[in-house]
């Protein structure tokens, strides 16, 4: 690894915790513009599409709902099968990127979750019907999986079409106005053609995950990606990176310059919407999510999550947003402070929702 050979600072789990919350600007609302901010901090995951709206909201000065609308139906967000074959905002470069970072590894998992029934089933072909039925335009996901049947494929060949053929959800599906994100274009009929990459996209795809998440272990870029660490390490090797310790003293890897605040730094209240990439398996070293309350935030054999709110850069509680109001329901017992303040922040809350 190309980083020099300096003594190694060990850092804490605390360390960690407000290094990423400052990367994902949990620790101050940020004045970067949209696209710049998806970029900082790995994009958005959005199997609920209000969870964008949400998260850019904890994360950014002054959000407003019809700010991430626009920008896609400008054409600047697009929003489509990503990192571990799940949903996720991005803009349109790092989009480009990570499609072609995770391309085979999506295939590879895709194909073996369903080698009985989908073995012989031949993908560049769906593909090819798939790209004629878009020929003309955006068409919906129901529309799209019958015209298959009627070409004579099963079932089973809607759900991985879009990893032989790049496919984005376009507006107005996947709003807060329309959250049923089923209405799908050609990728590169909504964003222009574009080259595929591999190595580039995995350099890159690393850089966004250390940006947003770091300092880590190649293990949770890894899991974060959807990547074999075989296909990680070479990559990284040729990257000016910092080294750190974690308190077991496993290897953490970084980027220059990359921020570290004093784990003594204040963490605000905030709130979190559900699955968002923070609180995943891949940071855990953080203990954003302590692992006591994991299972009360994701139910794995739904799979289901839940909206979250932070005291002190930790998960303490769950919220909901009814009859005009965001109701709370904290894991313990909060100090009066912290009570205040998470009313303070839900009555905000309550407000963007109205608004």
Request: proline letters at 6%; charged letters at 30%; aromatic letters at 8%.
């Amino acid at each position: 690894m190309n980083d020099g050979r300096m003594a190694e600072r060990t850092l804490t789990e605390r360390d960690l915790n407000r290094a990423l919350l400052a990367r994902q600007l949990l620790l101050e609302r940020s004045d970067l513009s949209l696209n710049k901010a998806l970029e900082r901090i790995g994009g958005l995951q959005t199997q609920y599409a209000p969870s964008a709206y949400i998260g850019l909201w904890a994360r950014l000065r002054d959000f407003r709902k019809e700010t991430l609308t626009q920008a896609l139906e400008k054409r600047r967000i697009v929003q489509a099968t990503m990192m571990r074959i799940t949903i996720h905002m991005a803009t349109v470069p790092d989009y480009k990127l990570f499609s072609a970072a995770t391309r085979k590894s999506r295939r590879k998992a895709w194909l073996a979750y369903h080698r009985r029934h989908a073995g012989d089933l031949d993908m560049p072909a769906v593909a090819r019907s798939v790209r004629k039925h878009l020929a003309d335009g955006p068409r919906k996901q129901a529309e799209l999986a019958a015209l298959l049947e009627s070409d004579g494929f099963p079932r089973i060949a809607w759900s991985g079409a879009g990893l032989w053929v790049d496919l984005v959800r376009v507006p107005p599906s996947g709003t807060w106005a329309k959250r049923r994100a089923d209405l799908y274009s050609l990728a590169e009929d909504w964003i222009g053609a574009y080259q595929d990459d591999e190595r580039a996209g995995i350099e890159h795809l690393a850089r966004r995950y250390l940006s947003g998440f770091g300092p880590a272990p190649v293990t949770d870029i890894a899991n974060w990606a959807g990547l074999q660490v075989t296909a990680l390490r070479p990559v990284i090797a040729d990257m000016k990176l910092r080294r750190f310790k974690d308190a077991k003293g496993g290897e953490l890897i970084d980027l220059p310059r990359a921020p570290l605040p004093d784990a003594d730094t204040p963490a605000p209240v905030r709130f979190l919407p559900t699955w968002d990439a923070s609180l995943l398996v891949h940071a855990r070293r953080t203990q954003l999510l302590p692992e006591a309350y994991r299972p009360r935030v994701f139910d794995t054999k739904t799979p289901h999550s839940v909206p979250t709110f932070l005291i002190d850069g930790r998960v303490a509680g769950t919220w909901r947003y009814e009859k005009e109001r965001v109701k709370v329901s904290p894991f313990g017992r909060l100090s009066p402070s912290a009570r205040g303040q998470l009313e303070d922040e839900a009555d905000r809350l309550a407000a963007f929702h109205a608004d």
